[in-house]
T-cell receptor, first 117, second 119 residues
C-alpha cells in the first residue's frame, strides 16, 4: 500500500522569505501523481501544485515550486517570497495512475505553516 | 472550473439523531465521489468511495451502517450519519474529479466541508 509521510508537523517562515516543506512517499508503482494541497483556517482544500511522476521537470506555479526526486521518493514544496496568506496547513498527496475516476488520494499528515510578519 | 458544493456547512444536533450531508457536483457529472473525515489539526482520512448507481466502497474500520452513503445521481452523493453521538463530531469533506476533462492528472475538487457537532 502507498503511504505519504510529512515529517514536519509545524514550520515557520518570515514574510518574504523562502520555506521548504518536506514530503516522502512509498509506492511500488512506476507512474503516479503527486499533489500539494493547502488548507487555510477556512478549511477549504485548495490545490497548490501537481506533478506527474513521468515528467522529470519540476512543476512550478508562480511562487510555488517542487523538488521531485523520484528515486528518493521525495516531493518537497518550496514557497518563495512567503506572504501572510500562505499561512495554512499543507498536505502532500499521492494518487496512482490506474483506476480512473475511482482512484483515491492518499494524504500525508500535514505541515502547519506559520508566516511571521 | 469544476465546482463541488457541500451542504450544510455546519450542523449541530442532539445525540441520537441522524444527519444527512449532501455533496453536489455543480458543473460536471461525477460517477465517483469521495468522503473524508478530518479531526482538528489532523489529515483527511478517506471514509468511503461513493459510486453512482452501486454500493459505496468503505475503507477498513469505517462502519457501513453508521455512515450511509447514497449516490443516486451523477451529481449528488449523500452521507448520512445515523444515530449520531458526540464521538461522531468532526469535519466531513467530499470530493470528486471531473472525468470529462480527461487525463489522470486532473485533480480532485473538494467541497467546503461540513462541521458536525453532536451534543
Amino acid at each position: 500500500a502507498q503511504t505519504v509521510t510529512q515529517s514536519q508537523p509545524e514550520m515557520s517562515v518570515q514574510e518574504a522569505e523562502t520555506v521548504t516543506l518536506s514530503c516522502t512517499y512509498d509506492t511500488s508503482e512506476s507512474d503516479y501523481y503527486l499533489f500539494w494541497y493547502k488548507q487555510p483556517p477556512s478549511r477549504q482544500m485548495i490545490l497548490v501544485i501537481r506533478q506527474e511522476a513521468y515528467k522529470q521537470q519540476n512543476a512550478t506555479e508562480n511562487r510555488f515550486s517542487v523538488n521531485f526526486q523520484k528515486a528518493a521518493k521525495s516531493f518537497s514544496l518550496k514557497i518563495s517570497d512567503s506572504q501572510l496568506g500562505d499561512a495554512a496547513m499543507y498536505f502532500c498527496a499521492y494518487r496512482g495512475i490506474y483506476g480512473g475516476a475511482t482512484n483515491k488520494l492518499i494524504f500525508g499528515t500535514g505541515t502547519l505553516l506559520a508566516v511571521q510578519p | 472550473g469544476a465546482v463541488v458544493s457541500q451542504h450544510p456547512s455546519w450542523v449541530i444536533c442532539k445525540s441520537g439523531t441522524s444527519v444527512k450531508i449532501e455533496c453536489r457536483s455543480l458543473d460536471f457529472q461525477a460517477t465517483t465521489m469521495f468522503w473524508y473525515r478530518q479531526f482538528p489539526k489532523q489529515s483527511l482520512m478517506l471514509m468511503a468511495t461513493s459510486n453512482e448507481g452501486s454500493k459505496a466502497t468503505y475503507e477498513q474500520g469505517v462502519e457501513k451502517d453508521k455512515f450511509l452513503i447514497n449516490h443516486a445521481s451523477l451529481t449528488l452523493s449523500t452521507l448520512t450519519v445515523t444515530s449520531a453521538h458526540p464521538e461522531d463530531s468532526s469535519f466531513y469533506i467530499c470530493s470528486a474529479r471531473d472525468p470529462s476533462l480527461g487525463g489522470e492528472n486532473q485533480p480532485q475538487h473538494f467541497g467546503d466541508g461540513t462541521r458536525l457537532s453532536i451534543l
